[in-house]
């Protein structure tokens, strides 16, 4: 879809998958699940770092031209299941993340705000400055619930959506199906 023609790797990419596997002697799904947060936090962060932030990726222009959309008024919202901030870094304002985003990263304890880069920039566990707390990288891993309050606002803006434009997303993934129904209208 449009994040791998914008530059990022697919981890579900047989090759990508393979590779993760032969480095970290585990499959890109045991990897991001919370089992393995939790379990074996210092090797999902080695991961998380190096193969789920991708920070050199920069919005191509199908990002910029959903933010020219926004800026015009026509785009009122955009769901992503990507957890990367491309949209936002396009210019996009209304923007959903179903899945959470690698830039809102906190503090279990106190809930104090990590950037991205001061995750990227540790080479151990990152560890709350205040608390000495391992830091929850703000994204929903696997085996994890999706946000109710992110599902809520998702199916309001398709609630209230004249048009809905479907883009990069496959139609048969479990949450958007489960979306879709939410939309009425008659121009998919």
Same mark, same amino acid.
């Given at each position: %879809?449009?994040?791998?023609?914008?530059?990022?790797?697919?981890?579900?990419?047989?090759?990508?998958?393979?590779?993760?596997?032969?480095?970290? %002697?585990?499959?890109? #799904? #045991?990897?991001?699940?919370?089992?393995?947060?939790?379990?074996?936090?210092?090797?999902?962060?080695?991961?998380?770092?190096?193969? &789920?932030?991708? *920070?050199?990726?920069?919005?191509?222009?199908?990002?910029? +031209?959903?933010?020219?959309?926004?800026?015009? =008024?026509?785009?009122?919202?955009?769901?992503?299941?990507?957890?990367?901030?491309?949209?936002?870094? +396009? =210019?996009?304002?209304? &923007?959903?993340? *179903? *899945?959470?985003? &690698?830039?809102?990263?906190?503090?279990? /304890? !106190?809930?104090?705000? $990590?950037?991205?880069? $001061?995750? +990227?920039?540790?080479?151990?566990?990152?560890? !709350?400055?205040? !608390?000495?707390?391992?830091?929850?990288? =703000?994204?929903?891993?696997? =085996?994890?619930?999706?946000?109710?309050?992110?599902?809520? #606002?998702? @199916?309001? @803006?398709?609630?209230?959506?004249?048009?809905?434009?479907?883009?990069? !997303?496959?139609?048969?993934?479990?949450?958007?199906?489960?979306?879709?129904?939410?939309?009425?209208?008659? /121009?998919?």
């Amino acid at each position: %879809g449009t994040y791998k023609e914008n530059g990022y790797v697919d981890f579900r990419d047989d090759d990508e998958a393979y590779e993760i596997e032969m480095s970290y %002697g585990y499959s890109p #799904e #045991e990897l991001y699940s919370s089992t393995f947060f939790h379990t074996r936090t210092k090797l999902f962060y080695q991961y998380y770092r190096h193969k &789920v932030l991708q *920070l050199n990726v920069k919005p191509n222009q199908s990002f910029e +031209a959903l933010a020219q959309l926004e800026q015009m =008024g026509k785009l009122k919202c955009t769901i992503t299941r990507s957890v990367h901030p491309t949209l936002e870094s +396009a =210019g996009c304002k209304k &923007v959903v993340n *179903l *899945l959470g985003s &690698v830039s809102d990263n906190t503090c279990p /304890r !106190c809930h104090k705000h $990590y950037s991205v880069d $001061y995750i +990227a920039g540790t080479s151990k566990v990152p560890l !709350c400055e205040t !608390c000495n707390v391992t830091i929850r990288p =703000g994204v929903t891993l696997l =085996g994890e619930m999706v946000s109710n309050h992110s599902i809520t #606002e998702a @199916a309001w @803006a398709i609630t209230n959506a004249e048009v809905l434009l479907v883009i990069g !997303c496959n139609l048969n993934v479990f949450l958007a199906e489960k979306l879709l129904q939410y939309y009425s209208g008659n /121009r998919l």
